[in-house]
T-cell receptor
Framework: GAVVSQHPSWVICKSGTSVKIECRSLDFQATTMFWYRQFPKQSLMLMATSNEGSKATYEQGVEKDKFLINHASLTLSTLTVTSAHPEDSSFYIC???????????????FGPGTRLLVL | AQKITQTQPGMFVQEKEAVTLDCTYDTSDQSYGLFWYKQPSSGEMIFLIYQGSYDEQNATEGRYSLNFQKARKSANLVISASQLGDSAMYFCAMYGMNRDDKIIFGKGTRLHILP
C-alpha cells in the first residue's frame, strides 16, 4: 500500500543548529503535504500545508522563518527547523494525501514521525 | 470553522469485546471526509478507515467499522473482537470541501485492552 517515509527518525542536536527533516511519498504523487507536531499526550497540531511548486501555508502562530518548508517535487517535502532551541523539541509528523483511485479510497497517510531533541 | 470532539479521554475494555469510540464533528461544509487513525506507542499514525460525507453506506475495513450518522454529525469507530494489540491512542479527524484543506484532529481516546 501507499507509504510515506520520514528521515531521520531521531535527531539530537545542540541549541542553535538547524535540522532538516525529509518527507517522501513512496508510491504515489502528492501535490499537497502537511506537517504536524505533537507534544507528549497531546493531539497533532498542524503547522503548515506544503504545496508543490509554491510557498507553504502556515498556521497561525507558526513562525515561517523558524520552520522552513520546501516542497521540491511531487514526492518530497522538507521541513527545516532553523536555529533550534529546547522548546522546539517535539515529535514532527508529515502527511501526504492520496486521492481516490481504482481500488482504493481517498486517504491521508502519515510518516512514522521524527523525534527532535534539542539540548 | 470545523471541530472534532472526542469525549472519551480513556477506555478500558476486556479482550475480545467490541469497542465503540465516540466522535462528533461540526462543519458547515456540505462535502467533507472523516478519518480514524491509530497511534501506538511508537508514534506512527496508522490509517484505519475513511468515510466520505456523501457515502450512503458505513465504511468497513476488517474489524473496523465507522458508524456514520450524518444528521447527528457523529462518526463513531467500532472495533469488533478487540485484541491486545488494539491498545493505542485513537484519533478522529476530518477535512472540509476543498481537498487541499487541512485535516483537523480530535484530542484522541486512549484505549486499553485488558487480557
Amino acid at each position: 500500500g501507499a507509504v510515506v517515509s520520514q528521515h531521520p527518525s531521531w535527531v539530537i542536536c545542540k541549541s542553535g543548529t538547524s535540522v532538516k527533516i525529509e518527507c517522501r511519498s513512496l508510491d504515489f504523487q502528492a501535490t499537497t503535504m502537511f506537517w504536524y507536531r505533537q507534544f507528549p499526550k497531546q493531539s497533532l497540531m498542524l503547522m503548515a500545508t506544503s504545496n508543490e511548486g509554491s510557498k507553504a501555508t502556515y498556521e497561525q502562530g507558526v513562525e515561517k522563518d523558524k520552520f522552513l518548508i520546501n516542497h521540491a517535487s511531487l514526492t518530497l517535502s522538507t521541513l527545516t527547523v532553523t536555529s533550534a532551541h529546547p522548546e522546539d523539541s517535539s515529535f514532527y509528523i508529515c502527511s501526504a494525501r492520496r486521492l481516490a483511485g481504482e481500488g482504493f479510497v481517498e486517504t491521508q497517510y502519515f510518516g512514522p514521525g521524527t523525534r527532535l531533541l534539542v539540548l | 470553522a470545523q471541530k472534532i470532539t472526542q469525549t472519551q479521554p480513556g477506555m478500558f475494555v476486556q479482550e475480545k469485546e467490541a469497542v465503540t469510540l465516540d466522535c462528533t464533528y461540526d462543519t458547515s461544509d456540505q462535502s467533507y471526509g472523516l478519518f480514524w487513525y491509530k497511534q501506538p506507542s511508537s508514534g506512527e499514525m496508522i490509517f484505519l478507515i475513511y468515510q466520505g460525507s456523501y457515502d450512503e453506506q458505513n465504511a468497513t475495513e476488517g474489524r473496523y467499522s465507522l458508524n456514520f450518522q450524518k444528521a447527528r454529525k457523529s462518526a463513531n469507530l467500532v472495533i469488533s473482537a478487540s485484541q491486545l494489540g488494539d491498545s493505542a491512542m485513537y484519533f478522529c479527524a476530518m477535512y472540509g470541501m476543498n481537498r487541499d484543506d487541512k485535516i483537523i484532529f480530535g484530542k484522541g481516546t486512549r484505549l486499553h485492552i485488558l487480557p
